[in-house]
């Protein structure tokens, strides 16, 4: 499902610090911020080609993965 995949700090250090992520879905790219548990997503949003389960699937697997990674 995922395909280059990809974490970024920015504001690395600071009150502002968020995680920027980038992926490919199906032939498509899409990207967005990941903040306290929250998913926001730049434009192209993902609903407007996935279907709802589809993106809920996607979303957990962000969190997933983002998780994982903020633990190291």
């Known amino acids: 499902m ?4 990809e974490i970024k700090p920015m504001f ?7 995680h920027q992520f980038s992926l490919n879905i ?4 899409y990207s967005g911020i990941y903040h306290k548990g929250d ?11 996935l279907s709802n389960d589809h993106l809920g699937n ?3 697997k962000i ?3 983002l998780f994982d990674y903020l633990k190291q």
């Not at 995922?2 to 995949?5: I, N, V, W």
């Not at 690395?12 to 968020?18: F, N």
């Not at 998913?39 to 080609?49: E, R, V």
């Open 2 to 5: 995922f395909k280059d995949f």
């Open 12 to 18: 690395e250090d600071q009150i502002h610090e968020r």
């Open 26 to 29: 199906l032939g498509s790219n």
């Open 39 to 49: 998913i926001q997503w730049f434009n192209p949003h993902p609903k407007n080609n």
């Open 58 to 60: 996607v979303e957990s």
């Open 63 to 65: 969190h997933e993965l």
